[in-house]
């Protein structure tokens, strides 16, 4: 349908929760009226359901091409559209080949045709490697870049070492892209850790000094820059040391263009809670105590953390060791795509947050970053038609059946979550309707210097 309009009496505008009835044409919000507004056109009305900008998931990763068999684009999108998420961006590592050069971001472009329920950005790669060639790789169209200061468990993605990070930085600045870190940095002095089937022997393998030595680093990195005239964006990805917080209000104060992100795993389980030998909860960084969560949670609510991603980081479950409780040999990362706004707003409306604060967390702020705000996270004339229809007092359990993404297993299976989405809207186009996919995949790529044109 071309013309249509939705209308609730809760509708997210303007950083408000209001009644309202959002007319839609061409793909596009046409116009924003009176909830009891007449119009020439079909009214769908969702009474008390509260229709949301559509979320955008900047931090996924999917794996294709080369790990398919982890996750692919047409669950890792499916599972995104059943979570109310209408934009997500991909990481540029885990696939084969890594997304670090012009001609293997070029195979992952022909790897997603037909295959997006909904619209794709991508994140580049920075390795030592490639820094001569990253002029290129953005004006391919990526949307910024990642590296690791840490061994990414991937080969083709080295780490990189200061003098890369330098050589990085003014290209990223005259591009005016983020510079997506992943700040863990290996101090020493944890060698002799035996990690066990315990829980708490992985976490004190992976200490808080190593994120916060990490942000250390960065911060005088990008003051470096600054004074040389290239003031390049930092952005500290999945942060869950609180110890860290600090170091980033700092550096904003200090007019350093610092951004930090956390996630459903830090915000909602606390170290003291996961049971040993459950290789399910592991990621990098780990989980920690519920002081820090709450620490995180105080952040967020400050602005101190600037947005909510979910840090998808899917594999097979023989690579989890689930069955031998292995934590030490586990492979890292949290799988919980289509759930983050449940987790979220189950902890979230306890504390006092709206649903308008949840949109800002996890669909302004992350659009604004990826650079996307021209086109997504808001209901506002003039921008995509993407919204998310929620139940915000429905309570269920999530159970591995209802899983969307490759492999029905996740962490928070058994966990009774409050907020359910009920319909999923990608450019006015229904793509999810309760525990159902409507039509064909209707997503597009979005590309840097490309965003206005989706056809």
Not at 282 to 302: G, Y
Not at 413 to 422: F, P, T
Request: charged share 25%.
């Amino acid at each position: 349908m071309n013309h249509f309009a939705l209308k609730s009496k809760n509708v997210v505008v303007d950083n408000q929760v209001k009644p309202a009835c959002i007319e839609v044409k061409n793909q596009l919000i046409h116009a924003i009226h009176p909830y009891d507004q007449e119009l020439d056109c079909d009214i769908q009305d969702y009474g008390e359901l509260a229709i949301l900008p559509g979320l955008v998931d900047s931090h996924v990763h999917i794996n294709e091409p080369g790990r398919t068999e982890w996750e692919g684009f047409n669950t890792a999108t499916q599972a995104a559209a059943a979570g109310g998420i209408t934009a997500l961006v991909d990481m540029p590592l885990n696939c084969i080949p890594v997304t670090t050069t012009t001609a293997a971001f070029q195979e992952k472009l022909d790897s997603v045709h037909d295959k997006l329920w909904v619209d794709c950005g991508f994140w580049g790669g920075v390795i030592p490697q490639n820094i001569e060639d990253l002029d290129d790789l953005l004006n391919a169209g990526v949307l910024g870049v990642k590296s690791f200061l840490i061994d990414s468990g991937i080969e083709e993605f080295p780490q990189v070492e200061p003098k890369d990070i330098r050589a990085a930085m003014p290209i990223l600045a005259k591009h005016d892209v983020p510079y997506l870190i992943h700040a863990e940095l290996d101090c020493g002095g944890f060698d002799d850790v035996v990690i066990t089937k315990e829980y708490n022997s992985f976490l004190a393998s992976r200490p808080k000094k190593w994120e916060n030595d990490a942000i250390t680093l960065m911060v005088d990195m990008a003051r470096e820059s600054k004074e040389n005239g290239a003031n390049c964006k930092v952005h500290i990805v999945h942060l869950s040391s609180d110890e860290g917080l600090d170091i980033i209000s700092q550096a904003k104060k200090e007019g350093l263009r610092f951004t930090a992100e956390t996630c459903p795993h830090y915000l909602t389980i606390a170290s003291e809670n996961i049971p040993d030998g459950k290789t399910l909860f592991k990621c990098c960084p780990p989980i920690r105590e519920n002081k820090n969560r709450e620490h995180l949670w105080r952040a967020v609510e400050d602005g101190r953390l600037d947005f909510i991603v979910s840090d998808h980081s899917p594999c097979t479950p023989e690579l989890k060791h689930i069955d031998t409780g292995d934590i030490e040999k586990a492979w890292g990362g949290i799988s919980a795509l289509q759930f983050g706004i449940s987790l979220i707003w189950t902890e979230a409306k306890e504390r006092g947050f709206t649903l308008a604060d949840i949109a800002r967390l996890m669909s302004a702020e992350t659009a604004k970053f990826a650079g996307l705000d021209g086109i997504k996270g808001a209901i506002k004339v003039g921008l995509h038609a993407d919204f998310l229809v929620l139940d915000p007092n429905k309570e269920f359990t999530i159970t591995n059946e209802m899983i969307k993404h490759r492999h029905n297993i996740t962490p928070y299976a058994g966990r009774r979550v409050v907020g359910q989405v009920e319909k999923t809207f990608v450019r006015g186009e229904l793509v999810y309707q309760q525990d159902e996919f409507m039509n064909a995949p209707v997503g597009k790529p979005l590309l840097k210097g490309r965003l206005k044109d989706l056809d």
